[in-house]
């Protein structure tokens, strides 16, 4: 077998080339998980959120700013 030396250590020249690594961790679930709904509601508010204050921001009445 063909190595290489990387560094100091020696390795073989066979690598992963573009193959992913998907094939090893099974199936997508489909099914949503409570944590995956947890997760998806608190960026719904944090963009709520950022949204809000974005707006709030940009169209204060200048008079009424100090």
Sequence with gaps: MKTRKLH???VSEIGMGCMGFSH??????RKITRSMRFARLMISAARSLT?????ALTFQNPATMN
């Design 8 to 10: 100091n250590i020696t």
């Design 24 to 29: 090893g961790y099974g199936e997508i679930p």
């Design 51 to 55: 949204l809000r204050k974005f707006t």
